[in-house]
């Protein structure tokens, strides 16, 4: 059975795979043999995350470009597939959010967001499955949110990406799974991070507030994410296609603790 997991031999894209929830992804493709092509588009995040995977002994290279940017994209995958010559996987992490109330936001700002957020990713496997098609393989990995599923205040923009990013996960399932390529995404809780630190603190309220509403009482740590990436990245998901699976800690399965509890 451990064969269904093995990733060697195999190529992995990963998106903003420089720091965060994106590179343990990456390191848990690594850790099962994937070789990791990471993008990023600022240089020393990129050179901070290849010596970290090369301390490693992963194989792993890294290219800088924006995702938004739809020739740029499109040069820098040709670039890719004639020097590694296919690309097996393509993980979708490259993200932003702004946190700002709906009234308040600039048009141009939430344009940003959807453009990162949903497009990029379009862009991305649109470029990425032309040789997945010629192969007739391929496994594509959009990384959404638990807001692809909720609604909260100051992020209108991130929600409609993500929730808009599930519905472009299952549409490019139902085009592509003739071609032995499977689309499926994962929609992380909320997780210790660089980004959330300054939150998860002891007397912070955003801090109670999600150790209570979360069933495991706790925050994910990112390694939580490897084992899930591994799984839709492996053959052990080859008849899985079009499906989110949130990796929550059981937070979107209940409506949370009451403060008496």
């Not at 290279?61 to 020097?83: L, S």
């Not at 909720?150 to 929730?163: C, P």
């Not at 519905?167 to 032995?180: G, I």
Request: with cysteine; charged share 20%; glycine share 10%.
């Amino acid at each position: 059975m451990t064969n269904l997991f093995n990733l060697s031999g195999k190529t992995a894209l990963i998106t903003g795979g420089t720091h965060g929830l994106g590179l343990a992804m990456a390191e848990g493709l690594a850790s099962v043999g994937a070789e990791l092509i990471i993008t990023s588009t600022t240089p020393s995040k990129l050179e901070e995350a290849l010596i970290y995977f090369h301390s490693k002994n992963y194989k792993a290279t890294g290219y800088i470009f924006d995702v938004t940017d739809e020739k740029e994209a499109a040069k820098q995958i040709e670039i890719i597939e004639e020097k590694h010559h296919k690309i097996d996987i393509l993980v979708n992490n490259a993200g932003i959010i702004k946190r700002v109330l709906a009234v308040d936001m600039p048009v141009e700002d939430f344009r940003k967001v959807i453009d990162v957020d949903l497009v990029g990713p379009f862009i991305m496997a649109q470029l990425v499955v032309k040789g997945m098609i010629e192969r007739k393989a391929g496994k594509i990995i959009n990384i959404c949110s638990m807001m692809s599923e909720l609604g909260r205040e100051n992020v209108s923009a991130y929600a409609s990406a993500k929730g808009g990013l599930k519905m472009l996960t299952k549409s490019l399932a139902t085009e592509w799974a003739k071609h032995n390529i499977q689309v499926n995404g994962i929609g992380p809780g909320y997780f210790a991070t660089a980004q959330t630190a300054p939150i998860r603190v002891n007397g912070n309220p955003f801090n109670e507030f999600i150790i209570s509403r979360t069933p495991e009482g706790r925050w994910g740590n990112p390694e939580d994410l490897a084992g899930t990436a591994i799984f839709l990245a492996s053959e052990a998901s080859n008849f899985i296609n079009g499906q989110i699976i949130y990796v929550d800690g059981g937070i979107l399965a209940t409506l949370g603790k009451a403060s008496n509890e």
